[in-house]
């Protein structure tokens, strides 16, 4: 099985202030020790390196780099895949419905990826599993 990685469960898993942080770090050790393939985008990587920074610093950059990106497949968004997303965020016409989430669903749909390891509830309204 192949689970997608998003922002918000990779950054509960960082995060211990986080409230699903214990939850996202348990499910996150059992997709590493399993045969799961775990895929994300550079845009998700952008994202949760922005976000990591400036709420926790470099020392967690430090740690996405080392311990969290070499377990990762890593999907490059090209032109087609961004207008798509694009294309995607505009027509649903929502304002907390980010392109990092559209360019997600577009990938996941490429790649018949089916769960995504996420807590951002925008992937099941999309018909997406998630878990933790």
């Known amino acids: 099985m192949t689970v997608f990685a998003d922002t918000s469960g ?9 409230a699903s942080h214990r939850r996202a ?3 996150w050790r059992k997709l590493i020790e399993s045969d799961e393939t775990i895929v ?9 390196v922005a976000l990591a920074q400036r709420r926790l610093g470099l020392d967690a950059v430090r740690a996405i780099e080392s311990a969290v990106v ?14 798509r997303a694009t294309a995607a965020m505009l027509t649903a016409s929502r304002r907390a419905l980010s392109l990092v ?12 990826i ?11 309204a999309q018909g997406f599993a998630l878990v933790p």
């Open 70 to 83: 070499p377990s990762l497949s890593v999907v490059w968004v090209d032109e087609s895949l961004h207008r």
């Open 40 to 48: 994300t985008s550079n845009y998700i990587l952008i994202e949760l």
């Open 10 to 18: 990779l950054l509960a898993v960082l995060d211990r202030a986080e």
């Open 114 to 124: 089916e769960t995504a390891f996420a807590l951002d509830r925008d992937f099941a």
């Open 25 to 27: 770090a348990t499910t």
């Open 101 to 112: 989430d559209c360019s997600s669903f577009e990938i996941m749909r490429d790649h018949g």
